[in-house]
């Protein structure tokens, strides 16, 4: 049966390279937070990257996936297109199939042919192929084996039907498949149209594209055959649903249809006005979904990196909706759309709906506080610029729309576009940068690649046989295991030896180490042989299949090829294993206390305490975290037991297994049941260390709760010894107070509260004999008032206990003289401070509080200010306070004059 919908067509894919002995992998997550040159995921080969390169081993040779693809970063960033071009989408369904050694163009092209024309069933002669001009491999298996006419098998150059990785690296042959609309599809107007011409003609479209890994490239430009070929190949799901629903937009096919159908009922507009409003219904659409799978996804609306690009989709559809008469948040509306339409396919729309809804209208509501202002602030700018006969938004004043109005620079760039401006864009990176380095902050979107030093270690182990498939890496069974050094490196240098003193990377052929990963930091510990140790302070996995001990030869000569003993510091790690299986007991009861759309952002795991950050728009109160923390302590009470086992990914997530932000997981995943039974008490992935039943934990205990970035707490806790020696300390303070307050501890809260009280009183008592002193101190000063031309001064050095004090006399000053100026002074904890007082009658005539007491304040070598009638100062040399007040005559003569 030819499949017709989007979910049809998805599963049908799939169903056919599963028959074909494929694996069918699951889509690996938009973000790439293990990759520092790449935001997203951007192609379907990303994930299988290692693969192909000869670093990573997997139990197959064939692969089959439908992978999440976000462009809208460098070549790939189609942004300014989507809405008004029929085809470009933020984020779309990239389909491929793979060959790690195993078919090559053959098999490549049979698997394509068929699953074109026997299961989506499209006419032979509406599909046009083309290669590579010097592939004649891929021209004779087309032409030849498969029998397409040879007219419609088309031979064209480097710029269309080659492929590299980068300047050097894995390069070869494309070939690629084009569905031809006919000839009133034509939009070139040339009368021999066709696809040789390249010219993005509309009748032509590119569905599927079939990359042959042939070639190795060097830094010269010469290519030799690899040794191992592949096949890496992509076609756009949204591409082949216009073919099988014959829709030429892909906007009209049912993968957006459905959101826009939704916004029009929304707004309840016709169809002549969704006609109108075509662009901004687009928008929407890609956008809605966009940052919909990029919040299942993990990622957080922020300022910089794949958190940047998320608030700017979520803020550029809020700003095109707000103009077509949305005046409520409403993309979660939007959202929940593609969750029922999408959800069976990619279970984590459906696992996180609550926490993307959440999002959404959150950011939705934040952005919302500053559009208006923000808009308007861009439309003066735009029309003094006008005015000018400018046509460039200057980069700083972009920038500072964003920085202080979050308008991001594409929003301003798709406002200023509709009044024919454009914005200088170097300009705004130029002041972001600067910005982020007078902030220390680093600038969004920059990425340094890092050293493939480790890459060109691990190569050579490989090639020498050193090692057969990397470090044999096992944390799990035991504390101690005997192995080999393979290889040593010092300051990033590849040595044979190293001496005591020697800082050192050691890389032996398997290892006990827990290597830092998933939040939780790694094992310390010693390597051993006779005569040798060297102490081990780090453990790392630079590049899959390589992990390196760093530490320190503390005695010895550590030498290439010499057998040692691996042993971890097992106290430590005992610490670690009880934290980290308090996390996901923690994580369990935040999501049952305070709501499903609570997941995980960000964790510590080490041996003295544990920290959790998660997605929580408000604080946690003491009264939630002691529930929490009972219910934890009752889990831990319970003597839970913790199964380990191994499954494949797409089985643990369809049984209920909860995957982390963050993480990159592989085909078969490591699992941490805790508790018995069908409905465990917590299912997740995990592929840290844990303890074996959840009484080992000991005590858990929180010891801090705050927020670390918007809509995102963060909590810390200790356990096990970390609580033991906590709860020892208290109490501790806890018997010294009691002595010092001479009450059994039982009594201690009660005699606290006595004397807080007795405090209270006293403090009152005194602020009143205060209150009289400055009152009997400011009655003996009325007779010092002098009269300056006409006008009452009276300036004074006073004992004070405060500037409240201050502020007393200068409020009884101008209630008793009715017309007049005084300033008082006085030395507070060695410091000068000054008040002054004017009445409303002498501020008319010019005389005013904050310019008087600034004045007075220049002589003791501060500086101050205030209201007109009232204002203060202070300053660094008390000595000079008396010579300070001296002025104020003469200072009162000068406004008056």
Same mark, same amino acid.
């Given at each position: 049966?030819?499949?017709?919908?989007?979910?049809?067509?998805?599963?049908?894919?799939?169903?056919?390279?599963?028959?074909?002995?494929?694996?069918?992998?699951?889509?690996?997550?938009?973000?790439?937070?293990?990759? =520092?040159?790449?935001?997203?995921?951007?192609?379907?080969?990303?994930?299988?990257?290692?693969?192909?390169?000869?670093?990573?081993?997997?139990?197959?040779?064939?692969?089959?996936?439908?992978?999440?693809?976000?462009?809208? +970063?460098?070549?790939?960033?189609?942004?300014?297109?989507?809405?008004?071009? =029929?085809?470009?989408?933020?984020?779309?369904?990239?389909?491929?199939?793979?060959?790690?050694?195993?078919?090559?163009?053959?098999?490549?092209?049979?698997?394509?042919?068929?699953?074109?024309?026997?299961?989506?069933?499209? /006419?032979?002669?509406?599909?046009?192929?083309?290669?590579?001009?010097?592939?004649?491999?891929?021209?004779?298996?087309?032409?030849?084996?498969?029998?397409?006419?040879?007219?419609?098998?088309?031979?064209?150059?480097?710029?269309?039907?080659?492929?590299?990785?980068?300047?050097?690296? /894995?390069?070869?042959?494309?070939?690629?498949?084009?569905?031809?609309?006919?000839?009133?599809?034509?939009?070139?107007?040339?009368?021999?149209?066709?696809?040789?011409?390249?010219?993005?003609?509309?009748?032509?479209?590119?569905?599927?594209?079939?990359?042959?890994?042939?070639?190795?490239?060097?830094?010269?430009?010469? *290519?030799?055959?690899?040794? &191992?070929?592949?096949?890496?190949?992509?076609?756009?799901?949204?591409?082949?649903?216009?073919?099988?629903?014959?829709?030429?937009?892909?906007?009209?096919?049912?993968?957006?249809?459905?959101?826009?159908?939704?916004?029009?009922?929304?707004?309840?507009?016709?169809?002549?006005?969704?006609?109108?409003?075509?662009?901004?219904? %687009?928008?929407?659409?890609?956008?809605?979904?966009?940052?919909?799978?990029?919040?299942?996804?993990?990622?957080?609306?922020?300022?910089?990196?794949?958190?940047? $690009?998320?608030?700017?989709?979520?803020?550029?559809?809020?700003?095109?909706?707000?103009?077509?008469?949305?005046?409520?948040?409403?993309?979660?509306?939007?959202?929940?759309?593609?969750?029922?339409?999408?959800?069976?396919?990619?279970?984590?729309?459906?696992?996180?709906?609550?926490?993307?809804?959440?999002?959404? !209208?959150?950011?939705?509501?934040?952005?919302?506080?500053?559009?208006?202002?923000?808009?308007?602030?861009?439309?003066?700018?735009?029309?003094?610029?006008?005015?000018?006969?400018?046509?460039?938004?200057?980069?700083?004043?972009?920038?500072?729309?964003?920085?202080? *109005?979050?308008?991001?620079?594409?929003?301003?760039?798709?406002?200023?576009?509709?009044?024919?401006?454009?914005?200088?864009?170097?300009?705004?990176?130029?002041?972001?940068? #600067?910005?982020?380095?007078?902030?220390?902050?680093?600038?969004?979107?920059?990425?340094? !690649?890092?050293?493939?030093?480790?890459?060109?270690?691990?190569?050579?182990?490989?090639?020498?046989?050193?090692?057969?498939?990397?470090?044999?890496?096992?944390?799990?069974?035991?504390?101690?295991?005997?192995?080999?050094?393979?290889?040593?490196?010092?300051?990033?240098?590849?040595?044979?030896?190293?001496?005591?003193?020697? &800082?050192?990377?050691?890389?032996?052929?398997?290892?006990?180490?827990?290597? #830092?990963?998933? @939040?939780?930091?790694?094992? !310390?510990?010693?390597?051993?042989?006779?005569?040798?140790?060297?102490?081990?302070?780090?453990?790392?996995?630079?590049?899959? @299949?390589?992990?390196?001990?760093?530490?320190?030869?503390?005695?010895?000569?550590?030498?290439?090829?010499?057998?040692?003993?691996?042993?971890?510091?097992?106290?430590?790690?005992?610490?670690?294993?009880?934290?980290?299986?308090?996390?996901?007991?923690?994580?369990?009861?935040?999501?049952?206390?305070?709501?499903?759309?609570?997941?995980?952002?960000?964790?510590?795991?080490?041996?003295?305490?544990?920290?959790?950050?998660?997605?929580?728009?408000?604080?946690?109160?003491?009264?939630?975290?002691? +529930?929490?923390?009972? #219910?934890?302590?009752?889990?831990?009470?319970?003597?839970?037991?913790?199964?380990?086992?191994?499954?494949?990914?797409?089985?643990?997530?369809?049984?209920?297994?909860?995957?982390?932000?963050?993480?990159?997981?592989?085909?078969?995943?490591?699992?941490?049941?805790?508790?018995?039974?069908?409905? =465990?008490?917590?299912?997740?992935?995990?592929?840290?260390?844990?303890?074996?039943?959840?009484?080992?934990?000991?005590?858990?205990?929180?010891?801090?709760?705050?927020?670390?970035?918007?809509?995102?707490? *963060?909590?810390?806790?200790?356990?096990?010894?970390?609580?033991?020696?906590?709860?020892?300390?208290?109490?501790?303070?806890?018997?010294?107070?009691? *002595?010092?307050?001479?009450?059994?501890?039982?009594?201690?809260?009660?005699?606290?509260?006595?004397?807080?009280?007795?405090?209270?009183?006293?403090?009152?008592?005194?602020?009143?004999? +205060?209150?009289?002193?400055?009152?009997?101190?400011?009655?003996?000063?009325?007779?010092?008032?002098?009269?300056?031309?006409?006008?009452?001064?009276?300036?004074?050095? $006073?004992?004070?206990?405060?500037?409240?004090?201050?502020? +007393?006399?200068?409020?009884?000053?101008?209630?008793?003289?009715?017309?007049?100026?005084?300033?008082?002074?006085?030395?507070?904890?060695? &410091?000068?401070?000054?008040?002054?007082?004017?009445?409303?009658?002498?501020?008319?005539?010019?005389?005013?509080?904050?310019?008087?007491?600034?004045?007075?304040?220049?002589?003791?070598?501060?500086?101050? @200010?205030? %209201?007109?009638?009232?204002?203060?100062?202070?300053?660094?040399?008390?000595?000079?306070?008396?010579?300070?007040?001296?002025?104020?005559?003469?200072?009162?003569?000068?406004?008056?004059?």
């Amino acid at each position: 049966m030819k499949p017709t919908t989007s979910n049809e067509i998805r599963q049908a894919f799939l169903d056919f390279f599963d028959e074909m002995k494929h694996e069918v992998v699951a889509s690996s997550p938009l973000s790439q937070y293990d990759n =520092p040159t790449l935001l997203f995921t951007n192609a379907g080969m990303n994930q299988f990257v290692d693969v192909f390169l000869g670093k990573e081993q997997r139990p197959y040779r064939r692969a089959a996936t439908s992978q999440k693809v976000m462009r809208v +970063q460098g070549k790939h960033n189609d942004l300014e297109n989507v809405g008004p071009s =029929p085809r470009h989408h933020t984020f779309f369904e990239m389909l491929g199939n793979f060959s790690f050694g195993d078919y090559f163009k053959s098999g490549a092209s049979r698997f394509a042919f068929d699953f074109l024309t026997q299961v989506c069933q499209i /006419p032979e002669d509406k599909l046009w192929y083309t290669v590579h001009t010097d592939d004649d491999d891929a021209y004779t298996i087309w032409v030849d084996e498969i029998g397409i006419p040879p007219e419609r098998a088309l031979r064209m150059g480097d710029e269309t039907n080659f492929w590299m990785m980068g300047d050097v690296g /894995p390069c070869g042959p494309t070939s690629e498949i084009h569905y031809d609309w006919g000839p009133d599809a034509c939009t070139c107007g040339e009368p021999e149209c066709g696809l040789l011409l390249d010219n993005g003609c509309d009748r032509w479209l590119e569905i599927w594209n079939l990359v042959f890994m042939q070639f190795n490239q060097d830094e010269d430009g010469i *290519r030799t055959p690899l040794p &191992k070929t592949g096949v890496d190949t992509g076609m756009g799901l949204e591409r082949l649903t216009c073919i099988m629903q014959q829709q030429m937009v892909t906007y009209h096919t049912d993968l957006f249809a459905p959101a826009m159908d939704k916004v029009q009922a929304l707004l309840g507009h016709s169809d002549e006005e969704r006609l109108a409003q075509e662009t901004a219904y %687009r928008v929407i659409a890609d956008h809605g979904r966009a940052a919909t799978f990029l919040i299942a996804d993990g990622v957080r609306p922020g300022n910089s990196g794949a958190g940047y $690009v998320l608030r700017m989709i979520i803020r550029r559809a809020a700003r095109f909706g707000r103009e077509i008469g949305f005046t409520q948040p409403f993309l979660a509306e939007v959202a929940k759309v593609f969750i029922n339409q999408m959800g069976q396919a990619y279970p984590e729309l459906v696992n996180r709906q609550e926490l993307a809804l959440h999002t959404l !209208t959150q950011e939705e509501n934040r952005f919302a506080r500053t559009l208006a202002s923000a808009l308007s602030q861009l439309e003066e700018v735009a029309a003094d610029l006008q005015a000018q006969g400018v046509t460039e938004i200057p980069g700083d004043v972009a920038f500072n729309l964003y920085a202080t *109005r979050g308008l991001p620079l594409e929003i301003t760039r798709d406002v200023v576009k509709e009044r024919g401006l454009t914005v200088d864009e170097p300009g705004f990176v130029a002041a972001r940068r #600067a910005h982020a380095a007078a902030s220390g902050a680093g600038a969004f979107g920059q990425y340094e !690649t890092g050293s493939n030093v480790y890459a060109d270690l691990l190569a050579d182990l490989l090639a020498d046989g050193r090692l057969e498939r990397g470090v044999e890496y096992d944390p799990y069974s035991g504390a101690e295991m005997e192995s080999e050094i393979v290889g040593l490196m010092q300051d990033g240098a590849v040595v044979k030896t190293a001496v005591s003193g020697d &800082k050192i990377e050691v890389v032996t052929a398997a290892t006990p180490f827990y290597a #830092a990963a998933g @939040g939780e930091v790694s094992d !310390t510990g010693v390597i051993r042989a006779a005569g040798l140790e060297i102490r081990v302070d780090d453990v790392r996995q630079p590049t899959a @299949g390589l992990v390196i001990h760093v530490g320190q030869v503390a005695s010895g000569e550590a030498k290439v090829g010499q057998m040692v003993q691996l042993g971890v510091d097992d106290g430590r790690r005992a610490d670690i294993r009880r934290n980290h299986t308090a996390t996901h007991i923690l994580h369990k009861e935040l999501r049952a206390r305070l709501g499903t759309h609570v997941t995980q952002a960000g964790s510590l795991v080490a041996p003295d305490r544990l920290r959790f950050d998660f997605t929580h728009d408000a604080a946690v109160d003491k009264a939630a975290l002691a +529930q929490i923390e009972q #219910a934890i302590n009752q889990a831990i009470l319970a003597n839970l037991p913790v199964h380990i086992s191994f499954m494949g990914q797409k089985e643990a997530i369809e049984n209920g297994a909860m995957a982390l932000f963050g993480e990159k997981y592989g085909d078969v995943v490591r699992t941490i049941r805790i508790g018995d039974g069908r409905r =465990p008490y917590s299912f997740e992935l995990c592929g840290g260390l844990h303890v074996n039943e959840t009484a080992e934990i000991g005590l858990f205990h929180f010891v801090s709760e705050g927020a670390v970035a918007a809509g995102v707490r *963060r909590v810390e806790a200790v356990t096990g010894r970390g609580a033991a020696a906590f709860v020892a300390e208290r109490l501790d303070a806890l018997d010294r107070v009691s *002595r010092q307050l001479n009450a059994p501890v039982g009594e201690v809260e009660t005699r606290l509260e006595s004397l807080l009280a007795e405090n209270k009183a006293l403090q009152k008592e005194l602020e009143k004999w +205060q209150r009289q002193a400055a009152k009997s101190q400011f009655d003996d000063l009325l007779p010092q008032v002098q009269q300056v031309n006409g006008v009452n001064v009276l300036a004074a050095q $006073v004992e004070a206990a405060d500037v409240d004090s201050l502020r +007393q006399m200068a409020d009884w000053f101008r209630d008793k003289a009715r017309s007049g100026t005084a300033v008082f002074g006085a030395v507070i904890n060695g &410091k000068p401070l000054i008040v002054a007082a004017v009445t409303d009658d002498l501020i008319k005539r010019g005389l005013k509080a904050g310019d008087l007491v600034r004045e007075v304040a220049k002589i003791v070598g501060g500086g101050g @200010g205030g %209201r007109a009638n009232l204002a203060q100062a202070g300053g660094r040399d008390a000595g000079k306070l008396p010579e300070a007040l001296a002025a104020v005559p003469g200072l009162v003569a000068q406004k008056l004059a």
